[in-house]
């Protein structure tokens, strides 16, 4: 299996700390995000990674280079200062994807979630990590009936930025900046996306507080 991190944004609530420095190069207890994903990538045994590059792409690309000290083969999907989102970036990556089921991991989380080993059905597009909802956050994202994502009333699951796809999801996309959040939403009421629960450490490295609470706890 490939992994792909996210790793293209701008970290607009973490200025100016991001002014000067990519969020996934944000160092939480002495390491930065995005290296500590790249250590338990390794450590699962996959070998191949790809990163999309956006703001300030140049330092994570100086700082990790081919992935040969982290005993891993890295590509890089530039996207430059046009930065695509979340479904636009994975469309741009396919090429560097291959034919099977990928993972991806967005770089601003900081969890100690096992890399998802999830064999998907022949009929599931993919496999959703969902983890109980923050109380910074007013809702939630998803359900899980029956271990189908689900969209539900009153959704008490928010998506953890973790996720297997089949790369054939993507398919029928067009090239551009879009969000993969309505694809899974469309996905989840055909009932073609998996899902299942993680309730340990995990958080969203989003704004200074939560930085400074996952720094400091």
């Known amino acids: 299996m ?40 390794a450590k699962a045994g996959i ?19 081919d992935g040969k000290k982290f005993g891993l083969q890295v590509e890089y999907s530039r996207e430059g200062n046009d930065i695509l989102e979340t479904g636009g970036g994975i469309h741009n990556a ?22 998802p080993d999830v064999a998907l059905s022949a009929h599931e597009v993919g496999h959703l990590i969902l983890v109980p909802t923050p109380a910074y956050r007013e809702h939630g994202d998803f359900d899980i009936v029956g ?14 930025g973790v996720a297997i796809y089949r790369p054939e999801f993507f398919a029928d996309c067009e090239a551009g900046r879009f969000s993969i959040v309505p694809m899974l939403r469309e996905a989840a009421d055909e009932g073609i996306l998996s899902g299942s629960l993680f309730e340990g450490l995990w958080a969203d490295v989003g704004t200074h507080e939560r930085l400074a609470a996952i720094e400091y706890s």
């Not at 991190?5 to 990519?22: C, I, K, M, N, V």
């Not at 034919?99 to 979630?113: E, G, S």
């Open 94 to 115: 396919l090429h560097l994807l291959g034919a099977d089921p990928f993972l991806v991991i967005n770089a601003d989380i900081y969890t100690d979630m096992p890399i």
């Open 47 to 65: 070998s191949d990674v790809v990163i999309n590059l956006g703001w300030l792409g140049e330092q994570i690309e100086a700082r990790v280079a």
């Open 2 to 41: 490939i992994a792909m991190l996210l790793a293209a944004g701008r970290g607009e609530r973490l200025r100016p700390l991001t002014d000067s420095t990519p969020k996934s190069l944000v160092e939480v207890r002495g390491e930065s995000l995005l290296e500590r994903h790249l250590r338990n990538i």
């Open 147 to 160: 271990g189908k994502v689900d969209n539900g009333r009153r959704p008490q699951l928010t998506f953890s």
